[in-house]
Every structure is written in structure tokens, then in C-alpha cells.
């Protein structure tokens, strides 16, 4: 079988919310958390370690935490939108009730990958700006797009949530975290229960890049 | 031509750091920013920016932040391995070597891609944590990597760098950047002078991924 193109992976990569509870064989698994080592970090330090849950017992007790995360979340976000235009709220609904699900069926995720980081081992140059420091992220995220753009090339379903952050402290208890490692994201894997990956919406690069300067349109004459 | 394979494309996706400086045909460029694009963001804000600096006056002004930069990072850098194994100091030399490159001719980068966030358009999940917060990064760093790996597609060097942070208040000045907008990378891309992108050095996921709980070893039997 010939591999996936780049392009058209990253073209068709959607957050699927929706999987079933079928089990991913260990090959396929190997590929996906293969293709997160080969991201790049600062300095190839690779200050990040991926806790891969697939025990029963501990995706119920983290599906708790998800949960009330989520609910509490999706109850704010649609106030949020309360007064957008009808088709953001549309789509609002439609991303809530896949959300719904994915917490409501939490316990059966086949695997859930969770991405820790260590800050010391990080150069962290925002550290000191008067706003929130992002860039210990730049070693960390880029091997969760690879993880996510893998699972695409697999067929698997997926999502990058950060929810089960706001219960850190639960969740290096569940897993043995050391303190000195923070939580950066959770990924539940699974086969897609309906279509899967697919078309994207997207906003243009026209609309989120300039030319030079903050606010100088950024061009490309027919090719 | 066929398009290059994902697992190819990020297996040999390197840090390019010497750069020519001849021009980047407008339709690769848009095809560069196009898989920025494509990343999944938090909620679909895409709560990002990318500023395309290719104007000689404002490089060489980046430039000269850059250079500041980077030699007090390289000289600290340094210093820490100083009592590394031998291998550890080589490949480091030679990483220094490259970054020196990229620094004393960052003049001539052909295009430099600044990308910034708004902290006000996501949901920093992690922002209450007593530990420096990465989340925001969550919905920047996944269009940073696919730009990385669509310059590997083209044929086009690159590296995540993000010592122009340091700088912010500088580079918002130059760049006319809002004062409620954060920078988070600086993407150099030029063709490469050498080799540009191949083979890379990783640690295997079973040095970095855990089975089900931290310190549990995960294993792959043979496939």
C-alpha cells in the first residue's frame, strides 16, 4: 500500500470525536508514537514522555475527570456563542454533540495518550514577557501534530484536548507523574465510529497572514 | 510528481540552518502557508498569525536581535556540555556551528516566518498550574510543525527557532504587531546550502513512551 501523501494528511486531518472501542493492534501504535519521536525539539532534547492508557480501570477513573471537565466547559462555550451568527452556531452544536460523546464515552477510548512535559529540560525565551509563556509548547506540540497526522495516515480517529490539565494534580496520581513533569495534552485514539477523517473548514492563509507587517495583505497572483 | 509520504516527510525532517539566499517562488511559499493553515486549533479559532518578512531593512534589523540572541544562548549552551561525553560536545559543535551560520547570515534569509498568537482567542487550560504554562501552544505549534514538514515537501530548509521571543517588545515594534499579540516562533526557510533535510538522530519511543502508568516500559513485540 503506498503511504499516505503529506499534503493530503494534513488536508483531511479532523478532530474525530467519535470512536469505537475496537482495539488498535500493536504495530499500527508503534507507527503513530514512532512518528511523535521524529518531531523536532529545542535543542533534540525531546523534553516530553507520552503515557499510553489502554487499562480499563484507569481510562474510567480519568473519563470522570474528563467529564466534569468537559461539561462544565461545553456549558460556558455555548453561552459564549449565544449571540454568534446562526451558522457558527450550528457548527457549535455539532462540535458540543461530538464532544458529548467522546466524554460520555470516555471509559471505552482503546487508548489514551497522555503527553507530559519537563520545563527544566526546556529553553523556555517567553519565560520573562509580560503574558502567558507559550513556547515550552514548541517541544511538545510538534510531536503531538506528527502523532495526530500518523493516526490520519492510519485511519485512526482523534483529538488533541488539553481539558484534563485543569486536573493535573489527579491525573500525575492516576500515573505516577513525577512532580517535576506537567501534563500537556490528551489524545483518545480509536477507529472512527462514523466517517472519520475528512474535508476541513478552514480560514485562508489570505486572512491569517501579512506581507512583512502586522496588517500589510499578504498576495498570490494566479499561479 | 508524486507528493512526498507522510512518514517520509517527518522521518527526515531536519533543522536546516544554512540557507541560501536565492528566492521562494510564490506558489511553493502558498503552498508552505497553506498546510499552516490546515492545523487543528482549540474550539477551530486558529488563533494565530504569521507575519512573512522578506524585505531586506526589516531582516537585516531581525537580524541583528537574532545575532544578540543567539551568541549569549550558544556561549551558555556551551558551557553546559562542557562536562558532557565526547559525543554529546561533538554533535553539539556542530549544531553551533550551523546556528552560528544561520545567525551571521540571517541577513539573507530569504523569507522569515514570525508567528504570533492572541492569548485572549484560547482556552489556556493550564494557566492555574504552579508551573509555566505550554497550552496556549497547543493551537500554534501544530501549524508551526506542518509548515516544517511542507518545506520539507518543497524541498526547502527550515528550523523552529523562538530566541527572537527574548526580544518580543523589539520585534512587535518592527513588525507593527499589536500590543495584545505574543510571538511564539521565528520560521527562517531558504533553500539549503548543503545537504539540507535526511537522515535525523532520535531517541526510539521506548525510551519516551510509557505503558498505562509512568516508569511501566512499553514494549512492541516483534511485528
Redesign the interface.
Known amino acids: 500500500m503506498?503511504?499516505?501523501?503529506?499534503?493530503?494528511?494534513?488536508?483531511t486531518?479532523r478532530?474525530v470525536r467519535r470512536l469505537r472501542p475496537d482495539p488498535i493492534p500493536?504495530?499500527v501504535?508503534?507507527?503513530v508514537?514512532?512518528?511523535?519521536?521524529?518531531?523536532?525539539t529545542?535543542?533534540?532534547t525531546?523534553p516530553?514522555?507520552?503515557?499510553?492508557?489502554?487499562?480499563s480501570s484507569?481510562m474510567a477513573a480519568l473519563g470522570d475527570l474528563y467529564r466534569t471537565?468537559w461539561y462544565a466547559?461545553a456549558s460556558h462555550?455555548k453561552k459564549l456563542v449565544a449571540q454568534a451568527p446562526e451558522a457558527v452556531q450550528r457548527s457549535t452544536e455539532k462540535?458540543l454533540g461530538a464532544g458529548n460523546h467522546l466524554a460520555d464515552h470516555f471509559d471505552h477510548t482503546p487508548a489514551l495518550l497522555i503527553f507530559?512535559?519537563n520545563?527544566n529540560n526546556m529553553?523556555?525565551?517567553?519565560?520573562?514577557?509580560p503574558?502567558?509563556?507559550?513556547?515550552?509548547?514548541?517541544s511538545?506540540?510538534?510531536a503531538?501534530?506528527?502523532t495526530?497526522?500518523?493516526c490520519?495516515?492510519e485511519g485512526l480517529g482523534c483529538?488533541?484536548t488539553?481539558?484534563l490539565?485543569?486536573h493535573?494534580t489527579e491525573v500525575r496520581s492516576?500515573?505516577?507523574?513525577?512532580e517535576d513533569?506537567?501534563?500537556?495534552?490528551a489524545v483518545p485514539i480509536g477507529y472512527p465510529l462514523l466517517g472519520g477523517h475528512g474535508p476541513?473548514?478552514?480560514?485562508?492563509?489570505e486572512k491569517?497572514?501579512?506581507?512583512?507587517?502586522?496588517?500589510e495583505p499578504?498576495q498570490?497572483?494566479n499561479?
Open positions: 503506498a503511504e499516505v501523501g503529506l499534503y493530503e494528511a494534513m488536508s486531518l478532530a500493536r504495530a501504535l508503534h507507527r508514537l514512532e512518528a511523535a519521536t521524529w518531531a523536532p529545542g535543542g533534540n525531546q516530553w514522555r507520552v503515557v499510553v492508557v489502554e487499562e484507569t471537565a466547559y462555550h462540535m507530559c512535559f520545563p529553553a523556555i525565551t517567553d519565560r520573562d514577557q503574558r502567558v509563556s507559550v513556547v515550552g509548547g514548541a511538545i506540540y510538534t503531538v501534530e506528527n495526530l497526522l500518523a490520519r495516515a483529538v488533541l488539553t481539558l490539565c485543569q493535573e492516576l500515573l505516577s507523574i513525577p513533569w506537567g501534563t500537556a495534552a476541513i473548514t478552514r480560514r485562508p492563509i491569517l497572514g501579512f506581507q512583512d507587517r502586522w496588517g499578504i498570490f497572483p499561479e
